[in-house]
């Protein structure tokens, strides 16, 4: 009775582990269809985006389905350079008048100043007067939290639609800072 039992053992070891390998096999290519379709994970370079967010994080991306609202965080990228995604907030979209208050400190959207808990100092270009703005159909205008210190809409101009990544909705790393950004 051993000898008998000796193939059929052997034969359900390879059938486990054939189940195992089409799992590992179906389970990679989900997660590869996912990042390519879906998701994304971003790194924060730099500091335009402080207090918010931090050199070094992992971001958590998508732009299926997704069209930009104000307060948005999202990743963009430049026409003349594609290679540099910058992660920006939304300020105003297609259609929208900005006037960015450099005397006074202040972003006004179609005459309305906005509420801006979020960025981490006021502006500092005492004299520079008003940059006045209206977003052209399918563009936004963004910029960073960090307004001494990021590269936005003030010096890029409006950002096609077509050139937002996604917009971030998780952060992912490090884990003690885990969760949605806002």
Do not use: C
Request: glycine residues 8%; charged residues 25%; negative net charge.
């Amino acid at each position: 009775m051993q000898q008998g039992t000796q193939p059929v053992r052997f034969k359900r070891i390879w059938e486990n582990i054939y189940d195992w390998m089409d799992a590992i096999l179906f389970a990679f290519v989900a997660v590869i269809l996912l990042s390519v379709f879906v998701f994304r994970v971003v790194f924060v370079s730099g500091e335009s985006m402080q207090n918010t967010l931090f050199e070094g994080e992992r971001l958590l991306i998508s732009d299926l389905f997704y069209t930009p609202q104000y307060k948005d965080i999202v990743v963009v990228v430049r026409p003349e350079d594609e290679q540099e995604p910058l992660i920006k907030r939304v300020i105003a979209t297609e259609g929208q008048f900005v006037e960015v208050d450099y005397d006074n400190g202040v972003v006004r959207v179609d005459g309305v100043e906005l509420d801006e808990p979020y960025i981490k100092e006021a502006m500092d270009k005492t004299g520079a007067g008003v940059l006045q703005v209206e977003v052209p159909q399918g563009e936004v205008f963004v910029m960073g939290d960090n307004r001494n210190h990021s590269l936005d809409s003030r010096m890029i101009g409006t950002v096609p639609e077509q050139y937002i990544l996604g917009k971030v909705y998780l952060r992912l790393l490090p884990l003690d800072r885990f969760g949605g950004v806002a």
